[in-house]
């Protein structure tokens, strides 16, 4: 499952980069992958994900307001029952990222999710290139998958 806020044409294009990775690699159809804006997720959606992709923006220094409420919406009905659920960020940083990928780290070592790469923090201005490194992040997450390594 991608869980992307997409405010804007490069979020979405972040999201899109995302899905096409994971729906290209998958070519003997036995990978799902569903994509929602973290205001559309429900508990039961991650509950029955094999794994997660979390797209999000830094905004005045830390997560989307609309990935915080997903987590507030949902976090309880996830804690300890989505342990070692393996788990890729990115994040897109006018700043740094810093403060968002600290939080979303932490949620993840509470829910006691596997991180399978360091967060991915997209800073600055936007490059044509954030799409590749977002969509190598979800090659990565669909091959592991595949090979049963997550």
């Not at 799902?32 to 830094?58: M, Q, R, S």
């Not at 979303?104 to 360091?118: F, H, P, Q, V």
């Not at 190598?136 to 998958?145: E, F, T």
């Amino acid at each position: 499952m991608i869980i992307a806020h997409r405010p804007s044409p490069n979020t979405a294009a972040l999201a899109d980069a995302a899905l096409a990775a994971c729906q290209n690699y998958d070519s003997d159809g036995d990978i799902e992958t569903l994509c929602l804006t973290p205001f559309d997720v429900t508990a039961i959606d991650l509950l029955n994900a094999d794994a997660v992709v979390i797209g999000t923006t830094e905004n005045i220094g830390y997560m989307a307001g609309a990935t915080k409420d997903m987590f507030d919406r949902c976090y309880n009905d996830w804690l300890d029952q989505t342990e070692a659920k393996p788990v890729g960020i990115y994040i897109r940083a006018g700043l740094d990222g810093t403060a968002t990928k600290r939080a979303l780290t932490s949620i993840c070592l509470g829910l006691k999710w596997r991180l399978i790469a360091e967060p991915l923090v997209l800073k600055g201005n936007w490059e044509d290139r954030f799409c590749e490194d977002v969509a190598d992040l979800c090659l990565g997450m669909a091959a592991g998958l595949d090979i049963g390594i997550f």
